[in-house]
Nanobody
Framework: QVQLVESGGGLVQPGGSLRLSCAAS????????MGWFRQAPGKEREFVAT????????SYAASVKGRFTISRDNAENTVYLQMNRIQPEDTAVYYC????????????????????WGQGTQVTVSS
């Protein structure tokens, strides 16, 4: 059983930065693709970023590309989302997720690919 716990959310001013963390436990972390999604009030959960198990492949939503960076530390069983130049439209609950069945070693940008989800961490952007 894989468990994911996010942290690092909070209140940030427009233009500021945050780093979200997602700690994984329960299964060999290096064997699965990880992703970050977010859900704003009244909206569906949307893809933000994904990283392959080796960390060699990444993909981003157009809305965050160039501002957010996903990375992982397999020794620490942790995946990160560095958020820079944060904007009010980035306000949402951010979730990390694990794709346990990505045998190709690639990335996954759709919700349906992910098997396990964390509880989420709130990011609020306001001046």
């Amino acid at each position: 059983q894989v468990q994911l716990v996010e942290s690092g959310g909070g209140l940030v001013q427009p233009g500021g930065s945050l780093r979200l963390s997602c700690a994984a436990s329960g299964r060999t972390f290096t064997s699965y693709t990880m992703g970050w999604f977010r859900q704003a009030p009244g909206k569906e959960r949307e893809f933000v970023a994904t990283i392959s198990w080796a960390g060699t492949r990444t993909s981003y939503a157009a809305s965050v590309k160039g501002r957010f960076t996903i990375s992982r530390d397999n020794a620490e069983n942790t995946v990160y989302l560095q958020m820079n130049r944060i904007q009010p439209e980035d306000t949402a609950v951010y979730y990390c997720a694990a794709d346990l069945n990505n045998v190709s070693g690639g990335v996954a940008t759709v919700r349906e690919a992910y098997d396990v989800w964390g509880q989420g961490t709130q990011v609020t952007v306001s001046s």
